[in-house]
Structures are given as structure tokens and as C-alpha cells.
């Protein structure tokens, strides 16, 4: 069957946990070549990371080009005990399909394939254009040999996109509450600060780093970054760790380091970002404290797709098919769009993530034959 539900099932049954494939993309590729795509498996590596396999598939030569984007791969279960039907069951019980995946986001690619098998056979086996599929299995983990590499593949094909929908659960509370149109950055560092190292009793021997560390905190993360703007909420910069190695209480440490990540908007640069950070610290620090930032490599960084013909023609096949309007907005962490943005214009639109990651991980029946619905009137207005 090529129905969303039992294409979700078949998904599902994948046990694909990152990295593992455990034959998802298998069940994708079948589909798709027998509905006439040009499919394509492809395994990227990178040392010291596990090789994954990733798919594109491809029908029409001409534009325009609408690609639906996702990741087949998964969180793991946690205890498989605990769930109700089985982690990787894809079985329904009372109007829901229960299974890691469902929700995150093997449901949406099941939607999107679904949506496409029958515009196409309704519309004589091809469009009035192009439609492709970008899989990866490596989107829950370190992201380094997934779509990032697969798009760069595809344009050294002389691949072009159009148009992008990523099929992440982007709904809140309800189907068809929200679009996703853009994502904050997120830059990770650690804050170093150096002391030296003596008996408690004799601290005029030593530098107690942890009061300095202390003060630092305080400074770099009470004033504002910025107040927002026009697409995205004000940046927030969260120290997540102090540490100072010392499991002695009678010992003044040498060194206090305290790990923070940064989501940030429009207003910045990766670039400009560090160095308005290094600025406050060397400020806090005055000519006294010893402190600097170790900044760890980010490939997250900020994009905004404007509103504009293409949001409006995802609006209104949600409308029509929820009812709702939903909200364009740029809230939450990361996700495969940030690659995608560099190459065209692009929107997320899934299922509801309520049960994403969490035991009992499950989406409603009808949720999925909505968004089937859903995506098949992106479809028929995009190639209008």
C-alpha cells in the first residue's frame, strides 16, 4: 500500500537509530522507482565519524523544482519495556500509530511520498516540472555526513532547487498551527579562566579562579545581546556547566571553565557574535582576571525564509485542509533547514512534536492523512 499510514508503518519498523539505516531508505527507494524516479543511494564518511547512507530521487527534468527534505534516522528508544506497543511496532491502537519515528520524522516523509504517489497518478506519471526527495540518516546525531554533504553532491550534479519543504513536526499543539520559516544560530564555547593553584590556608600563595569565573557569568550573560527583530526573538546566551576539576576541599583550583551555548538571530554573524562576546569578556575581566573563550566550530547558523508567494501557497493548502492559519514562525533549535537555506528557499511543515523523542512516541491516523492531503495542495498549487 502507498498510503501514508502504511508507509509510515513500514518506516517505522526500521529500527534506524542513529546511525544505523536498518533498511529505511530501502523501503523509500522501492517506492520511489517504481513511481519513475531517478533514485540514488549515497554513503558519505568522514573519519572519526560512521559512514551514512543518504537517498535522492528525482522525477521531471525542468523547473520548477519543489524537493521534500527529511531524515529517516532516530533517537533511540530508551527502555523498550516501557512503551505500550513496542518502540519499533508501527502498530495502531485507538486512532494512533505508536513507534519511534512517527512523529520524528518518519511520519512527514511518509506523507510527502504519499502526497507525490498520487499527484503523480493523477496527473499522468510526471510533473509539470521537477519533484525530488532529500533523505539522510544522519540528522539526530553530528550532522556531518548527511544532507550538508548531499546537497553539496547534488549541486556538483548540477542539481537546482526551487523550493524546499522539510517535513519536521513544526506543529505545536494542533495540525496546522505552525510554519517554521527560520531558525536562530546556536554557537557553543567554554569559558576558561585561569588561577593558580595553592592550599586554602595560604590564599595569598594561590588565585581562587572560581569567584572570577563566578563574576564572569554574571557579566557575559546579564546584558542583553539583543532585543530581537523583525522574524526572530531576542538571542540568549545560557551557561549549561561549571567545572573546576578539584576534588579536594582543602586545594584552591588553577583553572574554572563553564560551558554555554548561544541561540542567536539575524542581528548577528557567527563572526560578529564571537567578537561582541570576546569584547564583554575582556571588559569583565579589566586588567586583573585571566580569561578567554575557547569557541567550538558551529555549522548551525542563522536563516529567514521571507513570506512571500511560496509561504502563501503553503498557507492556503493548510487552511483549506485544517482550517487554521497558521503561524510563520522562526521559534525552536536547529534543524536540516539551516543547510538547505543555503541552496533555496525553505519551510518546514510536519506533524505535531508533542511525542517527539519521548516514550510512546505516536501521531494520530488522522493526522497523517491530513498532511498527506496537505501536501498534495502544495503540489497542485505549485505547479498551477
Known amino acids: 500500500m502507498n498510503d501514508a499510514v502504511s508507509i509510515t508503518r513500514d518506516l517505522v ?13 530501502g523501503v523509500l527507494e522501492n517506492l520511489l522507482k517504481t513511481a519513475g524516479f531517478d533514485v540514488h543511494r549515497v554513503t558519505f564518511s568522514e573519519p572519526g565519524t560512521a559512514d551514512i547512507d543518504n537517498l535522492y530521487a528525482r522525477i521531471g527534468t525542468s523547473a520548477p523544482h519543489i524537493t521534500f527534505a527529511g531524515h529517516t534516522d532516530v533517537v533511540p528508544p530508551g527502555d523498550e519495556a516501557a512503551w505500550t506497543l513496542g518502540a ?3 502498530e495502531v491502537r485507538d486512532g494512533y500509530l505508536y513507534g519511534r519515528g512517527a512523529v520524528d520524522m518518519k511520519g512527514g ?14 496527473h499522468g506519471g510526471k510533473p509539470q516540472g521537477s519533484i525530488s526527495f ?13 544532507t550538508v554533504k548531499l546537497l553539496k553532491w547534488c549541486a556538483e550534479r548540477g542539481e537546482k532547487f526551487d523550493h524546499c519543504v522539510l517535513g519536521e513536526p513544526s506543529n505545536v499543539e494542533v495540525l496546522g498551527d505552525m510554519i517554521k520559516i527560520g ?52 538571542s540568549n546566551l545560557e551557561f549549561t556547566t561549571v567545572d ?35 569584547a564583554r569578556l575582556e571588559r569583565a575581566c579589566g586588567n586583573r582576571i585571566r580569561a578567554h ?11 529567514v525564509t521571507q513570506p512571500g508567494p511560496f509561504t502563501d501557497l503553503a498557507v492556503a493548502a493548510i487552511e483549506e485542509i485544517t482550517g487554521r492559519k497558521p503561524e510563520l514562525s ?37 493526522d497523517l492523512e491530513k498532511l498527506t492531503r496537505i501536501y498534495r495542495g502544495v503540489l497542485e498549487r505549485y505547479f498551477r
Open 244 to 278: 573546576v576539576g578539584n576534588t579536594a576541599s582543602n586545594v584552591i583550583p588553577g583553572q574554572a571553565r563553564a560551558k554555554f551555548n548561544i541561540r542567536y538571530n539575524d542581528n548577528h554573524t557567527q563572526e560578529s557574535l564571537r567578537q561582541l562576546v570576546d
Open 13 to 25: 519498523r526500521c529500527p534506524s537509530v542513529t546511525p544505523a539505516d536498518a533498511g529505511a531508505l
Open 183 to 234: 531558525r536562530r544560530g546556536s554557537q557553543s564555547g567554554t569559558l576558561v579562566v585561569e588561577g593558580v593553584q595553592g592550599h586554602v590556608a595560604y590564599p595569598h600563595r594561590a588565585s581562587n579562579p572560581v569567584p572570577d569565573i563566578s563574576r564572569l557569568i554574571v557579566a557575559l550573560s546579564d546584558e542583553p545581546l539583543d532585543h530581537g527583530s523583525a522574524q526572530f526573538q531576542a
Open 293 to 303: 573563550i575557547d569557541w567550538q566550530p558551529s555549522n548551525s547558523n542563522v536563516f
Open 134 to 146: 532529500l533523505i539522510t540518516g544522519d540528522e539526530e546525531d553530528v550532522s556531518i555526513n548527511g
Open 109 to 122: 516523509i511518509a506523507c510527502s511520498v504519499a502526497a507525490v504517489l498520487q499527484y503523480l497518478r493523477d
Open 88 to 90: 519499533f511496532s508501527g
Open 330 to 366: 522562526t521559534s525552536g533549535g536547529t534543524s536540516d533547514a539551516r543547510f538547505i537555506s543555503s541552496y533555496c528557499p525553505v519551510i518546514e511543515f510536519g506533524l505535531v512534536g508533542q511525542t517527539m523523542h519521548q516514550i510512546d512516541e505516536r501521531t494520530p491516523v488522522a
